[in-house]
């Protein structure tokens, strides 16, 4: 059985490192989108770069022999997930979306949610003059006007132009810890953070400093997804998901 993991998360990466421990007879190819330098990769084969669209998907599912699909692609790489959505009815490949949840808020939180990155913008005068920026290198055009604003950008390589002017670039990448967030909110004067609604617990902590703090959140929404595609919320829900593709191929149910 041969599985394509459209990946570059964690659980993609986790997902992955189960199949080759667990189901040897698997074969796994990862497919990374190759925005980052240099990926974490996964055990099994590693694809990077795009297919050409949804119809260049489905050619390399058929000419790969691929069985199983699995988009555990980031929640806001939503071009991915309708090109997989359509090229697995293409090729008649069975697709999972492997999603994390995303946050959601409790008490003492102070949220703005916004559509989109642009929407964030518009926000930000209104709230803070020293911006704590999670939403990574791509999209920083949008906070590019706003010069009135002091940005810490935060992602794992170098934002490239166009960019805010007033910025410090802080190169890292999760998981973070609530001790270091805290400290980076105290010694940068943070007083707004602007985070896109990622979910999972790697880049969490800032969402409980910035409770603690009191300080507002600018909370990106995420964008449409497919529908009709079955999803699951972690890497040991997508196996048994793999297993029972597999049951299905070895004990086909008769009509």
């Known amino acids: 059985m041969h599985v ?14 189960i199949l080759a421990a667990e189901e040897p007879d698997v074969k796994v190819t990862s497919s990374l989108a190759g ?17 050409g669209g949804a119809d260049g998907l489905a050619q390399w599912l058929g000419a790969h022999h691929v069985d199983a699909l699995i988009d555990a692609t980031h ?19 069975p697709l999972l979306a492997l999603r994390r949840p995303g946050w959601v808020p409790v008490e003492g939180d102070r949220w703005h949610e916004a559509g989109s990155l642009e929407d964030a913008a518009r926000l930000l005068p209104a709230l803070g003059r020293r911006v ?6 791509m999209g920083l055009a949008a906070f590019a006007d706003l010069d009135e604003l002091w940005f810490l950008v935060r992602s794992v390589d170098a934002p490239e132009p166009p960019h805010p002017t007033r910025m410090e670039a802080l ?17 940068h004067h943070i007083d707004v953070i602007v985070t896109k609604d990622s979910g999972g617990a790697a880049t969490a902590p800032k969402l409980v400093a910035a409770r603690e703090a009191g ?6 929404r995420r964008p449409p997804v497919p529908d009709g595609v079955p999803v699951v919320p972690d890497p040991g829900q997508a196996v048994r998901w793999m297993r029972e593709r ?10």
């Open 4 to 17: 394509l993991i459209l990946g570059g998360t964690t659980e993609a990466r986790h997902l992955a490192e």
């Open 35 to 51: 925005r980052v330098a240099a990926p974490r990769l996964p055990p099994g084969e590693v694809r990077i770069g795009g297919f």
């Open 75 to 93: 929640p806001f790489a939503g071009t991915i997930s309708f090109n997989a959505a359509a090229a697995a009815a293409t090729a008649h490949v």
């Open 132 to 137: 704590f920026l999670t939403t990574g290198r």
């Open 171 to 187: 190169l890292d990448r999760g998981p973070f810890s609530l001790d270091g967030e805290r400290e980076l909110l105290r010694r």
């Open 215 to 220: 300080l507002p959140v600018v909370v990106v």
């Open 246 to 255: 597999v049951e299905l191929a070895t004990f086909p149910v008769s009509d």
